[in-house]
């Protein structure tokens, strides 16, 4: 910034030039920590994919990350790559690396690489990572659109009400504001709620966006995330297909780690970071106590049943003893997977009706009760 003194030596256009070259310099420095923070699992899966795509064309892992650098208009892939080419360049591998970037990287992505780094096959396990955070990802974004659906259709069926409370009926009863003690019981109940909804409606915003308010910053507590997650897993309708979605969640990110060769304590000590789930952290805690322990993985999930299916822990002893879990995770993945489909289309399915039965309860009661000022109209002048 210049100080006044300097502005005076300046002529009127100098100063209008570096005043537009320091606003354009705060709008660019807002748009890229906005890009830095947005790096999401897509991104992840498309820098792998370009990682693979060059070094099966013989490209060192240097010179791919160094031409991601120079090529991409993405703030934070640009940043990545910088960071990634830095410690590449100081002789450091790529494992290293990205455990350096954890905002932007698993523990278990390093983990995962540094055990197959020393193969020269790091084309295989980032095409491996790619697939695995596509498919995790796919089976993501269909659990959130099963809950998203439903929770827009709510929040248009209550402002709906809300607007009808509000708005219409007011219009509707106060024409018969006179004769209010001769209409039917159900006419003065909705004139009661309209009458309480348009004396009282900034007062229900405000009660409503303090709610809002105090649940978001309470979910982000340790308490509220664990009795979320508990509420989640038991809500009928939602619970199943939330153990459901968790459990292939889980299997596919241990069968990966299992694929790169990590012990089993390893692996449950990466999971614990990746389910950023507590109840299923409180799981994984007490799988590692066991193993430490020397007890087998089932003989810590058989009790867990509230979170693992009783024959998905068969499955896992019976691969267990046979030194073949990665085959278990496998299956469980296949066999629950359509399972997570039916589920989400039967609650979509199961979802819709009860939530038009609701309106159309609102929507006759609010009929009867303006019918029924017509009927009262209709008898006082003897039709």
């Known amino acids: 910034m210049t100080t006044p003194e300097e502005n005076k030596e300046q002529g009127p256009v100098e100063v209008k030039t570096q005043v537009h070259s320091e606003l354009e310099k705060s709008i660019v420095n807002f748009i890229s920590n906005m890009d830095k ?15 693979v795509y060059m070094l099966k064309g013989w490209v060192s892992i240097l010179q791919a ?16 790559a910088t960071s990634l080419a830095y410690y590449l360049n100081e002789g450091k591998s790529f494992s290293y690396a990205i455990g350096r970037l954890p905002e932007y990287f698993d523990e278990s992505d390093s983990a995962i690489i540094k055990t197959w780094e020393s193969t020269g096959n790091l084309d295989v396990v980032l095409q ?19 809950l998203t659906y439903p929770c827009i259709l709510i929040v248009i069926a209550v402002a709906a009400v809300l607007y009808l409370f509000s708005s219409v009926l007011p219009n509707i009863l106060d024409m018969f504001a006179d004769q ?13 709620i309209s009458d309480f909804c348009m004396n009282y409606w900034q007062t229900i915003l405000i009660v409503m966006a303090t709610v809002w308010i105090v649940l978001g910053i309470y979910w982000t507590t340790e308490h509220g995330k664990k009795t979320f997650s508990t509420m989640m897993l038991t809500m009928p309708l939602v619970g199943k297909m939330t153990k459901t979605y968790y459990l292939i969640k889980w299997a596919k990110y241990m069968r990966l780690m299992i694929w790169s060769w990590l012990d089993y304590l390893q692996t449950f000590r ?31 999930l058989e009790s867990q049943t509230h979170l693992i299916y009783p024959n998905v822990a068969v499955m896992i002893k019976v691969w267990e003893e046979t030194a073949r879990l990665e085959d278990a995770m ?16 039967q609650f979509s399915k199961l979802l819709e009706p009860i939530i038009l039965i609701v309106m159309w309860v609102v929507v006759a009661l609010v009929a009867s009760g303006i019918f029924g000022v017509v009927f009262a109209v209709m008898e006082d002048v003897g039709i």
Do not use: C, H, W
Request: charged share 25%; glycine share 2%; proline share 2%.
């Open 65 to 80: 990350v160094d031409t991601i650098r120079r090529s991409t208009s993405d703030y934070a892939l640009k940043t990545i």
């Open 128 to 146: 491996e990572l790619a697939d695995e955070y596509e498919y995790i990802n796919t089976i993501k974004n269909k659990y959130k659109s099963a």
């Open 37 to 51: 923070s947005s790096f999401s699992a897509k991104d992840k899966i498309f820098f792998y994919k370009q990682l």
């Open 330 to 345: 496998q299956n469980i993945i296949n066999m629950y997977q359509e399972e997570l489909d039916t589920s989400i289309s």
């Open 180 to 192: 209010m003690d001769k209409l039917p019981v159900i006419t003065r109940v909705l004139k009661s």
């Open 270 to 300: 990466l999971l614990r970071g990746v389910l950023d789930v507590p109840a299923y952290q409180e799981m994984i805690e007490n799988t590692m106590a066991g193993l430490q322990i020397g007890k087998t993985i089932y003989s810590s």
